[in-house]
């Protein structure tokens, strides 16, 4: 079974920077497709970015040119550097892994961290 454990969350002001990453136990990251969701108090789970495992990234279009996703499969770590931070990017982040494109639309994996909280105030 596939472990994910997401980190690097916390409180930081408007207008700053966090990285998140999820570390995974097994190699999963080279072999799948993969992203990060977010969850607010009181929305639905959204998906952020994805990291397509043949190369590219996909992005929410309340956090293109602001998030960047990527992945290390020699450390079997996915991140997302976020910058330019929002109070409403204040969220529970979750990594996900095989998810997948399916007809015309993402899907969600099979595999979740336990999520890492981000809260963006001043």
């Known amino acids: 079974q596939v472990q994910l454990v997401e980190s690097g969350g916390g409180l930081v002001q408007p207008g700053g920077s966090l990285r998140l990453s999820c570390a995974a136990s097994t190699s999963i990251f080279s072999t799948n497709d993969a992203g990060w969701y977010r969850q607010a108090p009181g929305k639905q789970r959204e998906l952020v970015a994805v990291l397509w495992n043949i190369g590219g990234a996909n992005y929410a279009e309340a956090v293109k040119g602001r998030f960047t996703i990527s992945g290390d499969n020699t450390k079997n770590t996915m991140y997302l550097q976020m910058n330019s931070l929002k109070p409403e990017d204040t969220a529970v982040y979750y990594c996900?892994?095989?998810?997948?494109?399916?007809?015309?639309?993402?899907?969600?994996?099979?595999?979740w961290g336990q999520g890492t909280q981000v809260t963006v105030s001043s």
């Open positions: 996900n892994a095989g998810l997948r494109l399916s007809s015309g639309s993402i899907r969600e994996g099979a595999h």
